[in-house]
């Protein structure tokens, strides 16, 4: 295998690995959706939408 494929191969690799991690990576919400999630009743949020809140809208 010549110089040239190895460094091709190992460059292939690398950007499949960055490009599962982009993918896999979690979007952060919003400030307005943040701001439409304090006016909607708690008793009206779903599970998902607390944790996404408690991830991205409460400050560490």
Known sequence: MSEMS???RRLG???MVCA????CSEKKMS??????M???AN???TEEETRLFARDC???
Do not use: H, N, R
């Open 6 to 8: 190895k460094y091709l």
């Open 13 to 15: 690799c690398l950007s």
């Open 20 to 23: 599962l991690l982009i993918a």
């Open 31 to 36: 400030e307005a959706w943040c701001e439409d």
């Open 38 to 40: 304090m006016v909607k």
């Open 43 to 45: 008793a009206q949020w």
């Open 58 to 60: 409460l400050e560490p």
